[in-house]
């Protein structure tokens, strides 16, 4: 859930989501409400944990990371927006911790950065939309800011794992487009890849940096 400008990978991964749920089948298309309660708890208590003035800065993006990293399964994440880099990685363990811990910083920086916005409101689930029966789930959800009144819309892709409903995507809506924040993150780093012949390092040295600028953000805002 980051703020971009709509470029053409965008636009692409927005309609790679939108072809996500159109190839659901009529079949398929009943709710999850396990699926929809995961979402509901973890990211109500992200929110909460945002809003809560009473504790520390530190307190809160601690507390924001405990909820993200059981809502999110992160690593799997990580993987996939490395797209045909990732066996790069994960040939090299040393390598694959780098990028594991400097993506899921950038993650919930960007989580935290758009969700500041509704610190103090609540997420409602509105549907679902199983693609597998009881393994792949799409549910929707809005948060009303509590300052502007602007809901946002988002949708939240759940796969049940080893490790239960984990969310592996999340999409929300940018200039009237819907983004995927993973697939469209996967295009931004195959360009930048491309770029550099495969050098992880140096995506790594630039998420780093993004991830700071988002943080000093969040700091300002907390003031």
């Given at each position: 859930m980051?703020?971009?400008?709509?470029?053409r990978?965008?636009?692409?991964?927005?309609?790679?989501?939108?072809?996500?749920?159109?190839?659901?089948?009529p079949?398929?298309?009943?709710?999850?409400?396990?699926?929809?309660?995961?979402?509901?708890?973890?990211?109500n208590?992200?929110?909460?944990?945002?809003?809560?003035?009473?504790?520390?800065h530190s307190?809160?993006?601690?507390?924001?990371?405990?909820?993200i990293?059981?809502?999110a399964?992160?690593?799997?994440?990580?993987?996939?927006?490395?797209g045909?880099?990732?066996?790069?990685?994960?040939?090299?363990?040393?390598l694959?911790?780098?990028w594991?811990q400097?993506?899921?910083?950038?993650?919930?920086?960007v989580?935290?950065?758009?969700?500041?916005?509704?610190?103090?409101?609540?997420?409602?689930?509105?549907?679902?939309l199983?693609r597998?029966?009881?393994r792949?789930?799409?549910?929707?959800?809005?948060?009303?800011s509590?300052?502007?009144?602007?809901?946002?819309t988002?949708?939240?892709r759940?796969?049940?794992?080893?490790?239960?409903?984990?969310?592996?995507?999340?999409?929300?809506?940018?200039?009237?487009?819907?983004i995927?924040?993973?697939?469209?993150?996967?295009?931004?780093?195959?360009?930048q890849?491309?770029?550099?012949?495969?050098d992880i390092n140096?995506?790594?040295?630039?998420v780093?940096?993004?991830?700071?600028d988002?943080?000093?953000?969040?700091l300002?805002?907390?003031?």
């Open positions: 980051t703020e971009v400008s709509v470029t990978s965008v636009v692409l991964a927005a309609l790679a989501g939108v072809a996500v749920l159109i190839a659901a089948s079949a398929a298309a009943a709710r999850n409400e396990v699926a929809e309660q995961h979402v509901l708890t973890h990211a208590a992200a929110l909460d944990a945002l809003a809560d003035r009473s504790a520390s307190a809160r993006e601690a507390a924001f990371r405990t909820s990293t059981q809502m399964d992160v690593p799997r994440i990580a993987t996939f927006v490395l045909r880099y990732g066996v790069r990685v994960r040939s090299d363990p040393a694959h911790a780098l594991l400097a993506f899921e910083d950038y993650t919930l920086a989580y935290q950065d758009q969700l500041n916005r509704y610190a103090g409101s609540q997420v409602r689930i509105t549907g679902s199983e597998v029966q009881g792949d789930v799409v549910v929707r959800s809005e948060m009303t509590p300052v502007s009144g602007r809901i946002l988002l949708q939240w759940v796969l049940q794992g080893a490790n239960g409903w984990r969310v592996t995507d999340v999409s929300f809506v940018a200039d009237g487009n819907e995927w924040f993973a697939q469209q993150q996967q295009s931004e780093f195959a360009l890849l491309d770029r550099t012949n495969g140096a995506l790594i040295s630039g780093r940096a993004r991830t700071a988002l943080r000093q953000r969040a300002a805002s907390a003031r």
